[in-house]
């Protein structure tokens, strides 16, 4: 949580993580159009981080700024899901292999370990919403402890779209049984430098996981947006 009393980028931070969760989560459902106002009120946030908040989010290709109207939700299309994956497959891909070349001590791979068994934990428990957030975590980890800024912030900016599309299947897919069992599987390859293996498990789970989003978005509605998840109280 980022306190509010902190400099100004750490109230941009916290604009930007509300509203892309007011995103994620079908608050702000897909098409719809808000002015910086609306959104100030909407979340009890500050005029400027909400547009610095915007202008990140834009060029994450989840919204769009339309002068003298405001910023539109843009939706999220089958077509969008299948060329993101496979731009995160490779950037995710490439970030694991520099990690298992290059760390020194399995210490250092100890933030991944701990994601994969806060996975195992709430797999455990059935809990979908834990399990989802543990999930984005170890993937942020990989490509954050890769040594290569420029590649994390390419991911980065491509991660939300994946992100909206997980979350809308997130309660129509089956348990994450098997993908939880391949990020163990990616964390023992990482340790054991076995750079054949984790290719191996990373495209299989990444090819695995993106047909079976595009199988449930396609059977919803093959060619329009994909409709805002539903919130539960």
Known sequence: MIDASTPSQSLADRSYATIREGILTGRLSPDSTWSDRELCEMF????????EAILRLQSEQMVQIVPRKGTRILPLRLEDV??????????ELEAALLIAR?????EEL?????????????????????????????????????GNSRLAG??????GLTDRARYFVLHMRDLPVLSTREH??????????????LEVVYRQHWDRTTEEMLDIIGRIS????????????
Do not use: G
């Open 82 to 91: 299948r060329d993101i994956h496979q731009v995160t497959k490779a950037l």
């Open 44 to 51: 009890s946030l500050s005029r400027t981080p909400v547009r």
């Open 222 to 233: 093959p060619h329009t947006p994909v409709p805002a998840v539903k919130q539960t109280t």
């Open 110 to 146: 100890d933030p991944i370990l701990q994601c994969v068994k806060d996975m195992e934990d709430a797999l455990e428990r059935q809990d979908r919403e834990a399990w989802a957030l543990a999930d984005t975590r170890c993937h942020f980890a990989v490509v954050d402890m890769c």
């Open 184 to 197: 163990r599987q990616m964390y023992d390859a990482l340790v054991a430098r076995d750079l054949r293996e």
């Open 154 to 159: 390419m991911y980065h900016a491509q991660r």
């Open 102 to 106: 290059n760390y020194r001590d399995v």
